[in-house]
C-alpha cells in the first residue's frame, strides 16, 4: 500500500510559475511508477506528466509540454511537477498517482494509488 500526499497549489497570475510536490509513503516509492493528472470542474480527468521508477523516461501531455517539468527524489520518497509559464486553462485540481509497474504510463486505470490532489488556479 502507498499514500500519496501532494502540496504546493495555490492562486497565480497567469505566466508565474508553481513547484508542485508528492509526499510519498508506505511501500517502497523507489520502484513505482509515477504520474500527474489533473481534473478541472464539470471536465474529466486528463493525464499531464508521468516519470519512470529511475526519472530516467519522462512524458508530458502535448498541452503542458515545454512549460512543465517533472522529478522525482527517491532517497526522500518525493515527486515534483515544476509548472512553468501558467495558463488559466491549467486551472484545476493536480493528483499524483503511482503505479506497481515502473515503466511509464498515460491512462488513468494504468495507475493503482491515488493521492487527494492538489488545487492549482491561474488566473488571466
Avoid: H
Avoid at 23 to 49: D, I, M, T
Avoid at 67 to 94: G, V
Avoid at 99 to 114: E, H, K, L, M
Wanted: proline share 3%; net charge positive.
Amino acid at each position: 500500500q502507498v499514500q500519496l500526499v501532494e502540496s504546493g497549489g495555490g492562486l497565480v497570475q497567469a505566466g508565474g510559475s508553481l513547484r508542485l510536490s508528492c509526499a510519498a509513503s508506505g511501500r517502497p516509492f523507489s520502484s513505482y511508477g509515477l504520474g500527474w493528472f489533473r481534473q478541472a470542474p464539470g471536465k474529466e480527468r486528463e493525464f499531464v506528466a508521468a516519470i519512470s521508477w529511475a526519472g530516467g523516461t519522462t512524458t508530458y501531455a502535448d498541452s503542458v509540454k515545454g512549460r512543465f517539468t517533472i522529478s522525482r527524489d527517491n532517497t526522500k520518497n518525493m515527486a515534483y511537477p515544476q509548472l512553468n509559464s501558467l495558463k488559466p486553462e491549467d486551472t484545476a485540481l493536480y493528483f499524483c498517482a503511482a503505479r506497481v509497474r515502473g515503466a511509464i504510463a498515460i491512462r488513468i486505470s494504468s495507475y493503482d494509488y491515488w493521492g487527494q490532489g492538489t488545487q492549482v488556479t491561474v488566473s488571466s
